[in-house]
């Protein structure tokens, strides 16, 4: 099971200290300068942009998932409600995206309704921007924000509520004295879920994103196919990997698990 | 005396299934009132809608004079000691204890909080463990963390829902008594909910037995133990024997040896079946002539008790005044 995990790894952190070779793939001479290539503003920037897309899709995959998994532990037809949320995933991700561009794209669904009722003259640029992004991301990893949400909820013991109940709180003081930090934990789980992903992801950026919209996944993916240099995206993906992980870490609770 | 709690037919109608129906009690202020009941009688459907958690299908509840069964449980000023005691996990003692009061005072004056909190926790003896987590407290200790939480906040009527069943039998009979204890010095009126007829007897100032969802008796527990009003109110209060129509208890016998089987001496003649030492009495099964059974119960102290043993012919008798008859 391990070596299914160290052994690719391994492979890319060789990689990532070769040279690139003339037409793809490698050439075996040791070249640490990948790594010192990064030290650049312009893939500053590429990072920065992937860390605070990630951050605000996450952000808003827990505001919003928040009330939906609350309405969900309280109706009576949870499965109904959970079986709804997960059957996106039942279509391709890919597929689904192109259904976005084609809602969002000038000439789209949503632009075309909009000037024919003449409620806007020219079209509302929402295609190829990082707004779009976001709204892929948002989208995309909602279900993950959901599902852990809904599991700690559902693990909240009621009578707590009662009890708050009982004591004066109303139901929006229950909520935010008694709900919200008893399911801290699965907040964190939530966010850890949407996050990392949301960092790496490139299909997302590559097909709602602008040509400015380059994150970290868009550049590892250039680098093993146009760019063609690909100790130089196996480095990237190392120290995406890297920043990750000191993320997580931050982020932990003296003796809590990570989910 | 007023009654500080009312409850006026008081129903509450499931599809199907009748939880209680018919509810009309009177608790005075200051009482230890106990509501008394084997597992589904009703008891805790009771306490719940005084509590606000259920809302009656039929019947109202006045409080203070004023009628609550429409409002929601953080309007009234009734609070509740759960079985589970229902801390909360994320707040210390102090913050549990707090919670209710800054619910209160969200305005911020947090100037009294102080001094209320630290004379309830004096009141349950919880001083100097304020800042711990209920993970951190015993059952015991827990236990007087929901006490504190609800009294600190001074309700009309302070509502406790079997609170001493999770509880080890040990540590049960002393809570009991600091229970009743703290229910005289505060003053506030309890409304106590058991299925243990002992820890109702003895806590209780009134009490009410309810079966199937509806009250049988109201009364002291003297009242109820010794003029009880039906079958099921003197079986459930405590031992019981059936002749025929009529009961009498086993501690309200008396018991000879029958040597020479005359047939006038007043009582009834039988056969010993079985005898149990209990410590401070003996049991003592006879199975009478006519075909039923009793028990006698005989004190320790009777010289002839320990000489029972099964086989003996015996003379069980009781006075006329002991025998309690019942219209079903």
Not at chain 1, 47 to 56: G, M, N, T
Not at chain 1, 144 to 168: H, I, N, S, Y
Not at chain 2, 204 to 231: C, F, H, K, W
Request: aromatic share 8%.
């Amino acid at each position: 099971m391990l070596a299914t995990l160290a052994v690719p790894l391994a492979i890319i952190v060789v990689y990532s200290l070769l040279t690139r070779g003339a037409y793809g793939g490698v050439e075996w001479i040791w070249n640490p300068e990948n790594y010192l290539r990064l030290i650049d503003p312009l893939y500053a920037a590429i990072f920065a942009r992937s860390l605070a897309i990630a951050a605000i899709a996450t952000l808003l995959c827990v505001v919003l998932g928040f009330p939906l998994a609350l309405f969900i532990s309280q109706s009576g037809r949870k499965n109904l409600y959970l079986s709804l949320v997960i059957l996106p995933f039942w279509t391709s991700f890919l597929i689904r995206l192109y259904a976005w561009m084609f809602l969002l794209r000038d000439t789209g669904l949503i632009n075309t309704l909009l000037v024919k009722a003449h409620l806007i003259h020219d079209p509302l640029p929402m295609l190829y921007n990082n707004g779009a992004v976001i709204l892929g991301l948002v989208y995309g990893y909602l279900p993950f924000a959901v599902l852990p949400l809904d599991a700690t909820l559902e693990r909240l013991d009621k009578t707590l509520l009662e009890a708050a109940a009982d004591l004066g709180a109303t139901p929006f003081h229950a909520l935010l004295r008694v709900t919200i930090p008893l399911c801290a934990p699965g907040i964190r789980a939530a966010a850890i879920l949407v996050f990392v992903p949301c960092l790496g992801t490139y299909l997302v950026s590559d097909l709602l994103g602008g040509s400015k919209t380059i994150l970290i996944g868009n550049l590892v993916q250039n680098q093993f196919t146009g760019a063609r240099d690909w100790p130089f995206g196996a480095a990237v993906s190392i120290v995406l990997m890297i920043v990750a992980m000191a993320l997580l870490f931050s982020v932990r609770r003296r003796g809590e698990e990570l989910l | 005396m007023e009654a500080v709690l009312d409850l006026r037919g008081v129903e509450k109608q499931y599809p199907g299934h009748r939880a209680v129906g018919n509810i009309s009690l009177q608790v005075p202020r200051g009482a230890f009132f106990s509501l008394l009941g084997p597992s589904g009688c009703g008891k805790t459907t009771t306490l719940r809608i005084v509590a606000g958690f259920e809302t009656p299908t039929a019947g109202e509840v006045w409080l203070n004079g004023e009628r609550i069964d429409h409002l929601p449980p953080y309007r009234r000023n009734v609070n509740t000691v759960f079985q589970s005691y229902a801390l909360f996990p994320h707040l210390s003692v102090r913050g549990n204890i707090e919670f209710g009061l800054r619910r209160r005072h969200s305005n911020g004056t947090q100037n009294g909080f102080a001094e209320k909190v630290r004379h309830v926790l004096q009141q349950v003896r919880l001083d100097g463990k304020e800042a711990r987590l209920p993970s951190q407290l015993s059952g015991g200790e827990r236990q007087r963390v929901a006490l504190a939480r609800a009294l600190v906040l001074a309700p009309d009527v302070l509502l406790l829902d079997e609170p001493l069943s999770a509880l080890d039998p040990l540590l049960r009979k002393q809570v009991r008594a600091e229970l009743k204890d703290l229910q005289r010095r505060t003053g506030v009126t309890f409304l106590f909910v058991t299925h243990d007829q002992e820890e109702a007897l003895s806590l209780s100032d009134q009490m009410a037995v309810m079966n199937a969802g509806e009250i049988e008796q109201i009364g002291s527990p003297q009242e109820l133990y010794q003029r009880p009003r039906t079958r099921f109110v003197a079986s459930f209060l405590g031992a019981m024997n059936w002749i025929q129509d009529a009961g009498v208890r086993p501690e309200a016998t008396r018991i000879f040896p029958d040597m020479l089987q005359t047939p006038n001496g007043t009582g009834r003649h039988g056969v010993v079946t079985g005898a149990t030492f209990l410590g401070s009495f003996w049991h003592i099964d006879v199975k009478l002539d006519d075909g039923s059974s009793v028990i006698s119960q005989t004190p320790a102290q009777n010289a002839g008790a320990a000489a029972f043993s099964p086989g003996d012919r015996v003379r069980v008798s009781w006075a006329d005044d002991d025998l309690l008859r019942f219209v079903s």
